[in-house]
Structure formats: structure tokens, C-alpha cells
């Protein structure tokens, strides 16, 4: 935003100029770290330097259409023809950004034919966002380096302040280290940046009225609402990229990071709001994946494809997408996992052997099934099926009779009967801990981590004494 004039002020943010062509591959653990620890920041904003570390250029870009547009709109009638063309022009000019600067430019998520890339970059230049070249930067940095302090937007400064606070002050540090080689050397990045001042005066306001004022009479309604009034809402849709999508929502592709996926984001910003799929796969042209979710932008860039006006649209493999998808299925299985009680396994229980069972069986009512022993005398009364079947095998091995030589229990039965474990039976058991009735249907699939499936399980020992239960 900060260059939205003069080329001068473009270079505030710029160390393109002189750092990335070709870039620098630095030799160290954490460039971030490593670059935070040897560059110089300002000191930060505080009320007695507020004046004078106001970006009094973008104060005035940003305040001044807000006023204008407000008292405007008291002196200017709309017209039901105006209100069209103004949200007509609201999607024109917001698609130079999201389908022009940011996927065709920033990203690199298809190829546009020369007319195409002209167009989006004069209805970018109505956007009034800065050039592409000084916006590309910046977004390419705000990937590179997201949620630090080298990401021009850091969304973990605010909401605010990666919505627009950013702008409003100069910067504390340049963002960091990003290439944009290639749009130095792309020709119409370079004929926009040169008549940047001139394109978004005509495409900014001489435009939207003149087409008023030409089609019915309407040129002070132009100006106020299809030029002042749509620039607003073009503005902050645009910033909604930097703060909505940085804070509402869900992550279903990865949550290392603050980009987040939600609806209402997308219909603010034209279809950028799934944005945890957008950093994760940003070359990919497109931010929503299923036909249903809201995404203009990438339908437009479809449809110019299908015009044969852009060409290799840039599709992440599904594959990869699923990857991401599982991994944070699993993590929310985990956690519900880790929230539930479970058994004790064979490692953490005293293994005790036959005759120690059945004696300790006379003072509390023990049953074997699969090897392990349970303590059921909480249950006997609550089995579903008599409490006389559970009595006849106090002291015994009910494994067949609890897996169908009586009754073949349901897994939510065996489920609740391994939470009676006690203890294991050495040895003698003609159902041994190698048998699948062993393990609870629960636990038979679980969700465990890398290093968990690295670690060998011990043993269980040999640990029965008389009391070895007791
Ligand atoms: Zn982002
Ligand atoms: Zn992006």
C-alpha cells in the first residue's frame, strides 16, 4: 500500500533492489533467527514516536476514500444502475488482486497470455494496493516467513495490525529475504510500476465514472460509489486476507502456522478465505478444493482457460493434499485418544500364576478370559445377562463362554470388561496373550506417534508372590 504513488516510496519495504537477484542461500540453522539476531530493527512504536513513524501516505490512502465515500454518499443519490456497476467493478478490480497480483503474480499458479496479464494489471492498479511488483514482494516474504517477524503482516502481532496496522506505521524491520527476479524481468510488471501513478487514477476513479456517467448520466455516482465506496470495500477484502484468514476458522490442512479456512472469509475476499489449504499448497490456483466451496477467483481463472487466455493452471497432487488432511484427522483422533481411560496392558499388570488366581479367587470374585484376570465384583449384579453366569466362573477360565460358548459378547462387553483387569495368568492360560481376543476391539486400531511405534515394548516379568494381586 505504502507506494501507491511514488515509485520512491515502493523501495520502503523493498530489499529486492539489492538482495535477491540472485538470492543469497545463507549457511545457517534458522535464517528467521539468524536474521532477526544480525539485522537492525527500529525501536518500537510508542506513543511519544507515534508521529513520526506515521506512513503518512497510506494514512491518507486509507482514511481519505472512507471519509469521502461516507459524506458522498449524504450529497449523491444511488441509482440502482450505479449500485450495480459498482459491485460489478468491486469484482473486477478485486480480481486484478486475487486472480491477478496474488495467484497469477505472487504465486505462479498459472500462465497468462499477454492480453490477460495487461488487463489484470491496469484492474489491479484500480485496487489502489501498490504495484504488482512492491505487493508481490511483500506476499512472497508473508509466505516465506509467516507468523514472524520477518512476514510484513505477522498475524501474530494482532488482528489489527495484520489487517492494517502494518501500513498505518513504518515498518519495524524489511520483510524478509524473497525472490522476485522474475517479475523484475517480466514486461508488463514493469510497464505497470512504470505508469503506476496514471493507471490507478483512471482505473481507480476516471473510470468507474465515466462508464456512469456515459451509460446513464450518472457521473458523480460513478465516482463516489464505484469508485470511492467500491476501493473501500476492495481494501479491506483484501486486508481480511492478511487478518480474517489469519485468525477464523478451522485447519484442516496443517496447524504449525495461523492461516485458517472458513466461508465467511471467502466471500469477503472473493474466494481467498480457505486459507490454511492456500498456505500449505500456494502455487495451487486454486484456495477451495470442493466444487461447493466459494471461489470465484479460481473460477475466473477456469474460465480464462477455457477462453485460452491462461494456461497450465498449477494443481497440487491430491495425494499430497490427503496427507495433510489425515495427519490433522489423526491429531483430533488423538486428543479424544488421550481423553479416554483405558485398560491396563500386560506391562503394568502383576502376572500371577494359576494357583495364586484361584486362591485369591475364595476372597474376591475373579475370572479368567484371555488371559487376563478380572476383578468383576462390581459387575456381577449390573451383567445384562444374570449375575449367576458371572458367579458360575469365579476362580475359573471363561474365555469360551464369554466369546460365545455361552454368549458371544459385543465389543462394547469386551470393551468394558478389559477396564477389569487385575492382573495376567503365568503361562497356563490355552488362550494366550498372542490371541486377537486378547485385545479389546478398541485398541485393536490406535493412533500412535513415530517415536511411540521406534520404542520397544518390554516384557512383562514373572512377578506373582502370594499377594501378588493384593
Ligand atoms: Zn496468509
Ligand atoms: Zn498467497
Not at 250 to 275: L, N, S
Amino acid at each position: 500500500m505504502s507506494d501507491v504513488v511514488t515509485k520512491d516510496s515502493a523501495n520502503i519495504n523493498d530489499s529486492s533492489a539489492t538482495t535477491d537477484s540472485p538470492m543469497p542461500i545463507p549457511d545457517v540453522d534458522n535464517y528467521v533467527a539468524y536474521t532477526i539476531r544480525n539485522t537492525k530493527a527500529l525501536p518500537p512504536i510508542t506513543w511519544s514516536n507515534l508521529l513520526n513513524e506515521i506512513n503518512w501516505l497510506s494514512v491518507y490512502i486509507l482514511t481519505v476514500p472512507p471519509l469521502v465515500g461516507i459524506v458522498g454518499a449524504f450529497y449523491v443519490k444511488l441509482q440502482w444502475q450505479t449500485a450495480l456497476w459498482a459491485v460489478v467493478y468491486y469484482f473486477m478490480t478485486g480480481l486484478g488482486i486475487t486472480a491477478g497480483y496474488h495467484r497469477l503474480w505472487a504465486h505462479r499458479a498459472y500462465n497468462a497470455s499477454l492480453p490477460l496479464q495487461y488487463l489484470l494489471a491496469i484492474l489491479g492498479a484500480g485496487s489502489l494496493q501498490g504495484s504488482i511488483k512492491w505487493w508481490s514482494r511483500g506476499h512472497r516474504a508473508h509466505h516465506r516467513y509467516t507468523d514472524t517477524e520477518l512476514d510484513p503482516y505477522n498475524a501474530h502481532k494482532g488482528f489489527w495490525y495484520s489487517h492494517i496496522g502494518w501500513m498505518l506505521v513504518k515498518p519495524r524491520r524489511k520483510p524478509g529475504v524473497a525472490d522476485v527476479s522474475d517479475l523484475r524481468h517480466n514486461p508488463v510488471v514493469r510497464w505497470q510500476h512504470k505508469h503506476y501513478l496514471s493507471l490507478i487514477l483512471i482505473m481507480g476513479f476516471v473510470l468507474p465514472s465515466v462508464v456512469a456517467y456515459l451509460g446513464w448520466g450518472d457521473a458523480k455516482g460513478g465516482f463516489i460509489y464505484a469508485g470511492v465506496i467500491r476501493l473501500v470495500f476492495v481494501h479491506h477484502s483484501t486486508f481480511c486476507v492478511n487478518s480474517l484468514a489469519h485468525w477464523l476458522g478451522e485447519t484442516p490442512f496443517d496447524d504449525k502456522h495461523t492461516p485458517r479456512d472458513h466461508m465467511i472469509t471467502a466471500f469477503v475476499t472473493i474466494g481467498e478465505g480457505y486459507h490454511n489449504f492456500h498456505h500449505q499448497f500456494p502455487m495451487d490456483y486454486r484456495n477451495a478444493i470442493r466444487w461447493y466451496q466459494y471461489d470465484p477467483t479460481k473460477w475466473t481463472i477456469w474460465v480464462l482457460q477455457k477462453l485460452g487466455l491462461a494456461s497450465h493452471l498449477k494443481v497440487f497432487p491430491d495425494n499430497e493434499v490427503r496427507k495433510g488432511q489425515l495427519t490433522m484427522e489423526l491429531k483430533r483422533l488423538r486428543r479424544t485418544q488421550e481423553n479416554l481411560t483405558w485398560p491396563s496392558d500386560s506391562n503394568d499388570l502383576p502376572v500371577i500364576s494359576w494357583d495364586s488366581f484361584t486362591t485369591q479367587s475364595e476372597k474376591r470374585p475373579l475370572i479368567l478370559i484371555s488371559g487376563f484376570i478380572h476383578d468383576v465384583s462390581d459387575f456381577i449384579e449390573e451383567h445384562p445377562g444374570g449375575g449367576h453366569f458371572i458367579r458360575n466362573f469365579i476362580g475359573k477360565d471363561a474365555t469360551t463362554a464369554f466369546f460365545g460358548g455361552v454368549y458371544d459378547h459385543s465389543n462394547a462387553a469386551h470393551n468394558l470388561l478389559a477396564m477389569k483387569r487385575v492382573g495376567v495368568l503365568h503361562g497356563g492360560s490355552p488362550h494366550g496373550l498372542d490371541d486377537k481376543r486378547a485385545i479389546p476391539p478398541s485398541q485393536r486400531l490406535k493412533i500412535a506417534r513415530y517415536t511411540e511405534l521406534l520404542s520397544p515394548g518390554s516384557s512383562s516379568t514373572y512377578s506373582d508372590g502370594e499377594d501378588g494381586l493384593l
